[in-house]
Nanobody
Framework: VQLQASGGGLVQAGDSLRLSCAAS????????IGWFRQTTGKEREFVAG????????FYADSVKGRSTLSKDSAKSTLYMQLNSLNPEDTALYYC???????????????????WGQGTQVTVSS
């Protein structure tokens, strides 16, 4: 499966964004889809994830209450709504997919096999 992330941009603190992750070459059926983010010099950080078939969703504490995942199976697209953005949310956001993810490795980027190119989110104060 190939992944295309989009929806990033330059916003002000308090604004919202909706990031999209579109699949091509395959549907998301059977995959766990994750969002990770990374800033220069830091490791990739888990943000949110969803088990596509069951719809079970998982959120990092840093975005819990401010983030909502939704999926469009017909379009093989996952959306992540991010609200109340703050400068600490500034990062390159990646979507990723894997069939190997279990609860214990959900937040580990090495558990994921397919990565999109990333979309930049910049939040000004």
């Amino acid at each position: 499966v190939q992944l295309q992330a989009s929806g990033g941009g330059l916003v002000q603190a308090g604004d919202s964004l909706r990031l999209s992750c579109a699949a091509s070459g395959s549907s998301f059926r059977g995959y766990t889809i994750g969002w990770f983010r990374q800033t220069t010099g830091k490791e990739r950080e888990f943000v949110a994830g969803i088990k596509w078939n069951s719809g079970h969703k998982f959120y990092a504490d840093s975005v819990k209450g401010r983030s909502t995942l939704s999926k469009d199976s017909a379009k093989s697209t996952l959306y992540m709504q991010l609200n109340s953005l703050n400068p600490e949310d500034t990062a390159l956001y990646y979507c990723t997919a894997s069939t190997r993810v279990i609860l214990s490795n959900l937040r580990n980027p090495s558990a994921y096999d397919h990565w999109g190119q990333g979309t930049q989110v910049t939040v000004s104060s």
